[in-house]
């Protein structure tokens, strides 16, 4: 009995190991408890309780996650946009944490591929990937606080997407203003596009491009044209940081 | 010239003084840029612009409290209410949020006292009292970050409002249930009701709660009613918590 409890909590360690290592490599920090993380992944269809009968599933880290999302990027568009008033803030965080911008966010992450769940993930709807996400935050909120919520909201949401100027519908594709300005200052530029299909049954591509021969940036979207414009706004946004350091 | 100077710069600290005294009573801590707050009274109406020509009042600070609040309420509900989804989440959530609420609770703090504003305070509708209590919570969050926006709101809102009974419409009158334990555990009560109508035009009632002939509550509100009624909510959750210490 005992080395069936061994071997038990052998193999229940080694998972938890496993989970640890994608949840890190997610974030880009070490949870402290993976608890709110499972349940993050945890779909309502594996009907889990916990010892006072309350449903183990993500549904209602959703609601935390939203509100901490919602206030991160508040603050962001705040201090960002000194001449926004009220009214351009509302409707530019509304953009940003629109139900097919956070879809696009958890599709990113590849959060479905995570879940834990009865029915088959190819019934999901759409807004799965987006409701992940939201969970995901506050799963993060719970586990280490608001400012580890605002790293993570920076780091993938921020950077790699909130651009005001595109918001507002300035700028209309990155890879146009990209292919520009290597014009402009002699560079030569290749997109590598490549499928990448992983094993959930959703199309994707990657792409690779490089600026005077070396990879400058990297990106995976659901599309070839929205994969380039990806690493095209990556690019740009890298290259506008060397400039600014000048 | 100096000592128009000294006596101008002398004049100016004075003012600073008294306004950091009045801003640390209303917080329940030392502010440390003061700044963000003199924003948060700064009516449009002043006309008043940064040096890059942006205006400065309290307008963008109410977008950002406006959000602060939502994330701690969340929190605060997400924990509390374990049974409760996500449908009910958000529903206690926004009555919590209402504008009715927020509008008593800048009330509560008179923040109208300390409005700079070319047009008289008498011609703002019932709304500028939540906006205020939005944008204090908007200065907070700039000033001492989010940790001190969750401390502030849970002293003036949480404790004294939140009660998820109430909320939920199982609790109708805390002073009912006052009396109900008064006349039940053999303790006297008396509430003295007098006027407190301050100086800015409103009428203002305050209770003063004895049981046992020791004030255990004051209140103060716009209605003998309501000064009543939060009195006894706030004295039913004192002894709540003796209750639950014993």
Not at 129 to 138: D, M, P, Q, T, V
Not at 145 to 153: L, Q, R, Y
Not at 171 to 192: A, G, M, N, P, R
Request: proline share 2%.
């Amino acid at each position: 009995m005992s080395i069936i409890k061994k071997i038990f909590s052998n193999s229940r360690s080694n998972e938890d190991g496993i989970f640890f290592d994608e949840v890190s490599k997610i974030l880009g920090f070490k949870p402290l408890n993976l608890n709110h993380y499972r349940k993050a992944f945890t779909h309502r269809s594996m009907n889990k309780t916990d010892d006072e009968g309350n449903p183990i599933n993500y549904e209602r880290l959703e609601f935390l996650g939203d509100a901490m999302l919602g206030s991160v990027i508040a603050a962001h568009l705040f201090n960002k946009v000194p001449t926004g008033d009220e009214g351009y803030l509302t409707k530019m965080r509304s953009k940003i944490v629109s139900r097919e911008h956070l879809n696009e966010l958890g599709k990113d992450l590849n959060l479905i591929r995570h879940v834990e769940s009865k029915v088959s993930t190819q019934h999901f709807g759409e807004n799965i990937h987006g409701n992940l996400f939201e969970a995901l935050i506050g799963a993060i909120y719970l586990d280490r606080g608001f400012t580890f919520c605002e790293k993570f909201i920076h780091k993938k949401v921020i950077v790699p997407y909130v651009d005001i100027a595109k918001l507002e519908g300035k700028v209309i594709s990155y890879k146009s203003l990209l292919i520009e300005w290597c014009q402009k200052e002699k560079h030569t530029f290749q997109y590598d596009v490549f499928e990448d299909n992983g094993n959930e049954g959703i199309k994707y591509f990657g792409v690779k491009l490089k600026i005077d021969n070396k990879i400058v940036a990297k990106a995976r979207a659901t599309s070839k044209k929205k994969a380039e414009e990806k690493a095209s706004q990556r690019a740009y946004f890298a290259y506008q940081e060397k400039i600014n350091k000048k």
